[in-house]
């Protein structure tokens, strides 16, 4: 059940970046209805793909996980015992490295993101 838990935790965090990526995405909306400097649009632009990346990256994990998630639960409702060779093959160590990876870019677009809105538009 530890790994259940981790999974629904994990998802529920992703679930809230879904929201930070809307509220960026139409931050960036406004941006490009009131400037016209070539530079900023093009960040506008950079930044819209990197957000959509990062969704992407979210709904395939997100779906990975549930997969993962569902067949722990069988396991649960089963009273069987997981053991290791049953653990690695519901491939959770490139589960995890995916998730730590996406959390590490997120973070990381989050702050660029953040220093491009105060180099242009303060």
């Known amino acids: 059940m530890n ?13 809230f970046d879904i929201n930070v990526l ?6 960036l909306g406004e941006l490009g209805a009131k400037k016209g400097i070539a530079e900023v649009q093009k960040g506008i632009e950079q ?9 992407k990256e979210i709904d395939d994990l997100k779906n990975e996980m549930h997969l993962v998630k569902m067949t722990l639960a069988a ?5 069987k015992a997981m053991d290791e060779k049953t ?8 589960i995890k490295k995916r998730y730590t990876a996406f959390r590490e870019e997120f973070e990381k ?7 491009f809105e105060s180099k242009w538009l303060e």
């Open 22 to 27: 809307r509220i960026f995405h139409e931050y």
């Open 87 to 94: 653990y690695q093959s519901e491939n959770h160590i490139p």
């Open 75 to 79: 396991y649960a409702r089963e009273k």
């Open 109 to 115: 677009a989050k702050e660029e993101f953040g220093e």
């Open 47 to 55: 930044f819209e793909a990197r957000f959509a990346a990062l969704r």
């Open 3 to 15: 790994l259940h838990l981790r999974y629904r935790l994990w998802i529920a965090e992703m679930n």
